[in-house]
């Protein structure tokens, strides 16, 4: 749990912006600096997605604004200038939750004839 | 490489909100650094790669952190498709569309990165050099007074130019000015340390660190009342001398050195920054400057204006002071009739010494034409591409785009463009200027000029980029607003031609381009013609392996009487040295003449002297021997001219043909007069000239008296002369020592050879010839590139029309000269155009010129059939190509 005393935020609106959502994917089992994050996210989708470390800070920016992440102790032993993030409850949930949505689309494409497709690509 | 990367992303992320930068800036930079470290990210390509990954991520994310920050909260709670929004859609719909046409891209980047890489460098240099060479707080208001004698010469003199009594004028009547204070340059040998070491020295009144606005790192500066009286032996030491010499032991203040064998006490370090025209050790004057004479000379004077003064206030009330100096001294000193004292900044008052200034605006206009040679490139890119795209702006108005919203579409793609270009004209700027600045000459480094990105070149690049977005992005927009018709839409059929106007358009581009390179050609051809008429220059002298030094003797452990024997005997024990073949010793030697006198002729009167000044020159016998000059009548120095012999003098062939023409000078006898003081000598013998003012400047008439006789010009600072039978500076060990022998207290100093000498005042004009040059050569290959690219897209356009003349029996020969006559037509006009150009712009370069007309018309035939030659060559292959068309493919090519 966050260990301010901070109201807990909102959960934000679904779907995620696809860059959020794998930020949140690569903090799911630890903390990670911005280049970890990066490179995890790269070698976790085989290269197809990639972000550009702009599109990573400002993402964790508004994401640590509205409490998905956390800055965590800062690795300063080793090099001040690595901050290190974690995942909060609320990042957790809404993970999750984009997660679900995300199964839920599927499900409605495999009611379809869609679902033929589905398999071969 | 990774470096220059850097530099821009730090530019960029100024564009972020601060609250951004300060949380994610340093993480950003971390990030970047660890990037580069990956091994696709190494190399040139590799390099590539991470720039076009992360400099589009980065203005992509831009829109995005601004709408994150409260402070565009109003912009949010408009309806939907705000300014933000919009622009950031722009900016994305710009980076796809690029991102898939990646060659057209790549090439507008590039040849915008030349072009905008040789402006950055250009101005780097500029900046570093004539702009802002020094590191002194509020530089703009810190001025030197430069004095101009018209009665004497109408240069305007900063250094060594003004006298004492004069600098007390400037310092006590000028309420505009503040912190006045003044200096003479010389050369004192500082010992207490290891080995005595000849500094540059500034005598100084008044307190210069104070003048500059810096304080003194550390210990005190000089009190004004300090410097007038005499025997304060006190001294500040420049920061680098302090580092070097006195390993930078702060217990240095109190201490004592020893200046030319007198004890001194250190009583401050100056700051790094504090560079004095170079200068390591300042002295007080300890004399008022009232009790030196007015003609005395040697004075340079600077100041501060005050905190509401203006130069021209400044100006005024010096113009005050020299009437009244005018009027109260004129009938002494006729320099003074019309004379005139002006401020200066100081910058441009010191580079002036170094005529460096006008190199660098020549150079800068010279790249702003190659600039605009890559801009009219681009912007005929852009033309063809937004003709191209003509059918999908029809389609988006069709869809409801409004006219407004499409045009700053396009204008966002050439913003993009031409902020790509100028990142890689940053990289190729910072690659480019390590070496160049290390190239610099000892003159310039040595005062503490650094070149390098600084915050205004950064700033200037950014700016250039921005006015080629505009420059270029307005003509494809222009083009598009005229094609703004329902009609596209319908004869989508053809979509990707110009239009005759567009076509037209681009034609004219090309004149332009053709013009500009004509321009820079002619300027490099004739810089180069100027070159190796210089190189070619008789000398009459050789100064092939031969090394100079100079040795000053102290005044105080020397007579003046002693200084010829001396030096007599000082080139005897070089003589001595193996490998050497000659030695002698001189108050000055080609191609440096400093110091002149008056000269009167038999049956003149004193008067008619002041007007003739000649070349004076204190030398050993063996001087003449050593250089290689050639005897002509008479006879030279020899054991019989003892000191209280008959006074001789050798003259050059220039002064006896200027003043005893059609007949010989031997025996004549002559006055040599410098102030009071007038010397009867007589001419024995006549030796033929050499450029003894430089390459570029014709002999001047000049005199030699023997060292023992000196009597005029009096030195006891002379150069020796040592020809070498090798290399000369392998001997300079040898030579040190047998000047140690003599006296272990005199260092030689201001160490070269005679090559270098003349390198070295050949350098600014070899330095321009050399980059204008090679401007002129990426001009040349921007311009073929673009003519390649019109006459290939003209012959694409021309299927059709070329088909049906081959089926009609034209043969292929016809269609070549077809396609020929267009691209030599434009040629022609672009070759007249730039003609005109350069003749209008001859006057800026007559300055670098030599021996040859600034529109020397060897070299504007050459450039203008070195355009055609090039103008068919590029043709040639697309005119081919047009030869071959199988007729039936050209019809159906609709």
Not at chain 2, 1 to 23: E, N, Q
Not at chain 2, 818 to 844: D, E, H
């Amino acid at each position: 749990m966050p260990s301010n005393d901070r109201r807990l935020p909102a959960p934000p609106p679904l779907p995620l912006p696809v860059a959020e959502f794998h930020i949140l994917v690569a903090l799911a089992d630890g903390a990670r600096h911005g280049y970890g994050i990066m490179t995890d996210i790269e070698q976790r989708t085989d290269g197809a997605v990639r972000l550009g470390p702009g599109t990573l800070y400002t993402a964790l920016r508004r994401m640590s604004d509205r409490g998905l992440v956390e800055e965590g102790a800062t690795g300063a032993r080793e090099n001040p200038r690595r901050v290190n993030y974690r995942i909060t409850a609320l990042g957790r949930e809404a993970a999750v939750a984009e997660a679900r949505r995300m199964e839920k689309c599927l499900a409605l494409v495999r009611g379809t004839r869609l679902a033929a497709r589905l398999e071969t690509a | 490489m990774l470096k220059a990367l850097t530099l821009f992303v730090r530019f960029l992320l100024r564009l972020f909100p601060g609250s951004f930068r300060t949380r994610h800036g340093p993480e950003y930079l971390a990030t970047l650094n660890a990037l580069g470290e990956e091994p696709r990210h190494r190399g040139i390509v590799g390099l590539f790669r991470l720039t076009s990954f992360v400099v589009p991520d980065l203005l992509a994310a831009l829109p995005r952190a601004w709408s994150d920050t409260g402070s565009v909260d109003a912009l949010k709670s408009r309806p939907a498709g705000g300014t933000m929004e919009s622009l950031w859609q722009d900016l994305r719909y710009a980076i796809r569309t690029l991102s898939r046409s990646r060659v057209f891209a790549a090439t507008v980047i590039i040849s915008l990165g030349l072009g905008i890489g040789a402006n950055t460098i250009v101005y780097s240099l500029l900046d570093g050099v004539v702009l802002h060479p020094f590191a002194y707080p509020d530089p703009d208001r810190l001025v030197g007074i430069g004095v101009t004698f018209p009665k004497v010469s109408s240069d305007r003199g900063f250094i060594e130019s003004l006298s004492p009594p004069e600098f007390a004028d400037v310092r006590d009547s000028t309420p505009s000015l503040e912190r006045v204070s003044a200096f003479d340059l010389g050369n004192r040998a500082i010992s207490g340390g290891d080995r005595p070491e000849r500094v540059f020295t500034a005598f100084v009144w008044g307190d210069p660190l104070a003048t500059l606005g810096l304080p003194p790192a550390l210990g005190r500066s000089f009190r004004a009342a300090e410097t007038e009286e005499q025997g304060n032996a006190v001294a500040v030491i420049s920061h680098r001398i302090w580092q070097s010499r006195f390993g930078a032991d702060s217990s240095i203040i109190g201490r004592t050195v020893r200046v030319n064998g007198q004890p001194y006490t250190v009583i401050g370090v100056m700051p790094p920054a504090a560079l004095l025209m170079g200068t390591d050790l300042w002295l007080p004057m300890g004399v008022p400057p009232m009790r030196v004479p007015r003609q005395a000379r040697q004075w340079a004077i600077i100041g501060r204006l005050k905190p509401n003064a203006s130069l021209a206030a400044a100006n005024a009330d010096l113009a005050r002071i020299a009437a009244r100096t005018e009027r109260a001294y004129h009938a002494e000193l006729k320099e003074y009739e019309g004379w005139r004292l002006e401020a200066a900044p100081f910058a441009e008052a010191t580079t002036s010494m170094f005529q460096l200034r006008l190199a660098g605006f020549v150079m800068q206009g010279a790249v702003a034409l190659l600039l605009l040679i890559a801009c009219t490139n681009v912007a005929s890119l852009l033309l063809s591409r937004a003709a191209k795209r003509s059918g999908e702006i029809s389609v988006r108005q069709a869809l409801g785009a409004r006219a407004h919203r499409l045009l700053r579409q396009l204008f966002t793609e050439s913003l993009l463009l031409s902020l790509g270009g100028g990142a890689a004209g940053l990289a190729i700027a910072w690659a480019a200027l390590g070496p160049l600045s290390a190239a610099l000459p000892e003159e310039v480094s040595g005062l503490g000029i650094k070149i390098a990105l600084n915050p205004r070149v950064l700033i200037f690049t950014l700016l250039v980029s921005l006015v080629v977005a505009i420059f270029f992005g307005a003509s494809p927009i222009a083009q598009v607003l005229r094609s703004r018709t329902t009609a596209v839409l319908g004869q989508s059929g053809e979509r990707s031609t110009l239009g005759k106007r567009g076509r037209r358009l681009r034609a004219g581009f090309l004149a332009l381009q053709v013009a500009l390179s004509v321009v820079l050609l002619v300027g490099a051809g004739v810089l180069l013609r100027s070159f190796n008429r210089l190189q070619g220059v008789d000398l009459g002298f050789d100064g092939r392996g031969v090394l100079t030094a100079r040795l000053s003797l102290a005044r105080e452990t020397y007579q003046m009487e002693q200084v010829g024997p001396f030096f007599e005997q000082l080139t005897g024990r070089l003589r001595a040295i193996p490998g050497v073949k000659n030695a002698s010793a001189a108050t000055q030697y080609p191609p440096i003449n400093n110091f002149q006198t008056n000269l009167q002729l038999p049956g003149e009167t004193p008067e008619l002297s002041a007007a003739r000044t000649v070349d004076m020159t204190n030398a050993t016998a063996d001087f003449f021997a050593t250089l290689g000059y050639r005897l002509q009548a008479g006879r030279l120095f020899g054991d019989r001219d003892t000191e209280n012999a008959p006074l001789v003098a050798v003259v050059n062939q220039t002064l006896a043909r200027r003043f005893f023409p059609g007949r010989s000078p031997v025996a004549e006898r002559i006055v040599l007069r410098s102030g009071d003081q007038a010397t009867e000598v007589e001419i024995v013998g006549v030796v033929a000239d050499v450029r003894n003012r430089g390459l570029e400047v014709d002999p001047a008439p000049e005199v030699f008296m023997h060292v023992r006789q000196q009597r005029v010009a009096v030195n006891n600072q002379l150069f020796i002369q040592v020809r070498a039978a090798g290399e000369p500076m392998a001997l300079l060990g040898a030579i040190r020592d047998a000047t140690k022998d003599l006296d272990p207290d005199q260092p030689l100093y201001r160490i070269s050879t005679i090559e270098q000498d003349l390198g070295n005042a050949v350098l600014q004009r070899r330095a321009a010839m050399f980059l204008i040059g090679i401007f002129a050569i990426v001009a040349l290959v921007l311009a073929s590139v673009g003519m390649y690219g019109l006459v290939s897209q003209s012959v694409q356009e021309r299927v059709k029309e070329i088909g049906i003349r081959m089926a009609l029996g034209a043969d292929g020969n016809a269609i070549v000269r077809l396609v020929l006559r267009q691209i030599l037509s434009v040629v022609i006009i672009g070759s007249a155009l730039g003609l005109a150009g350069s003749i209008a712009l001859s006057g800026s370069i007559r300055a670098l010129v030599f021996g040859v007309s600034p529109t020397d018309p060897v070299t504007l035939a050459a450039v203008v059939v070195l355009l055609t030659v090039v103008a068919t060559c590029a043709a040639a292959i697309p005119a081919r190509r047009a030869a071959h068309v199988p007729a039936v493919a050209a019809v159906r090519s609709e």
